[in-house]
């Protein structure tokens, strides 16, 4: 049983489109992580959001945080083929610093 | 500064062996984390280690097993392989301290396990 589930699980765009993941649980998280993993990597950190209702940004990514705490949104504006990877949303610590992992995002942006 | 370091990238074995893999976390981290990803169940949490004690384990077999030493390396073993532990193993350092909030994961780039 995931206790995080993202939507959609495959993304196929064209460069310079918008694109919106998501990432839903029915569980509160004291916080959420969004990750990127390309191919033969582990997942590096994008972003951590605390608050419900936190909003950030890095660069052409915006990051929200469900009020609730139970939710996330990952939105890309004018997609590049850079931003081709898998996106995975990790909510938590639980006990120590164990996080829960979402089913993954893989994005792929065409030229 | 270095990042994690896994050892080796991959591995073959048999179904009934036993596997050791290896991870230094970047220096200074003293929290160390394995993670399972596999195309189906995607990441699934092992077990974490702080300061060579373990923390927390996942929902995973006796089979899985792992240890810290002082410099805060980590090993992890799977004995009696099985087909179904074909997988990506990822381990992960954090700086975190007990009683701190959160703290990143920092991720190697994994050891690819394939059990025939």
């Known amino acids: 049983t995931q206790l995080l589930e993202q939507s959609p699980q495959f993304l196929s765009i064209q460069e310079g489109e918008n694109l919106t993941v998501y990432c839903n649980s029915s569980?509160?998280?004291?916080?959420l992580q969004w990750y990127r993993q390309e191919p033969g990597e582990g997942p590096v950190l994008l972003v951590t959001?605390?608050?419900?209702?936190e909003v950030k940004k890095l660069k052409r990514l915006t990051f929200q945080f469900g009020d609730a705490r139970k939710d996330s949104s990952l939105h890309i504006t004018a997609a590049q083929t850079g931003d081709t990877g898998l996106y995975l949303c990790?909510?938590?610590?639980?006990?120590?610093?164990?996080?829960?992992f979402g089913t993954g995002t893989s994005l792929t942006v065409i030229p | 500064k270095a990042g994690v370091t896994q050892t080796p990238r991959y591995l073959i074995k048999t179904r009934g062996q036993q596997v050791t893999l290896s991870c230094s976390p970047i220096?200074?981290?003293?929290?160390v984390s394995w993670y399972q990803q596999t195309p189906g169940q995607g990441l699934q949490f092992l077990f974490e280690?702080?300061?060579?004690?373990?923390?927390n384990k996942g929902n995973f077999p006796g089979r899985f097993s792992g240890r810290q030493f002082s410099n805060s390396r980590s090993e992890m073993n799977v004995s009696t392989l099985e087909l179904g532990d074909s997988a990506l193993y990822l381990c992960?350092?954090?700086?975190?301290?007990?009683?701190?909030?959160?703290?990143?994961?920092?991720f190697g780039n994994g050891t690819r396990l394939t059990v025939t």
């Open positions: 992960a350092s954090s700086s975190i301290f007990p009683g701190q909030g959160s703290a990143p994961l920092h």
């Open positions: 569980s509160v998280f004291s916080s």
């Open positions: 959001v605390v608050t419900g209702g």
């Open positions: 990790a909510g938590g610590p639980n006990t120590g610093n164990q996080f829960y």
């Open positions: 220096s200074g981290h003293r929290s």
């Open positions: 280690y702080f300061s060579e004690t373990q923390r």
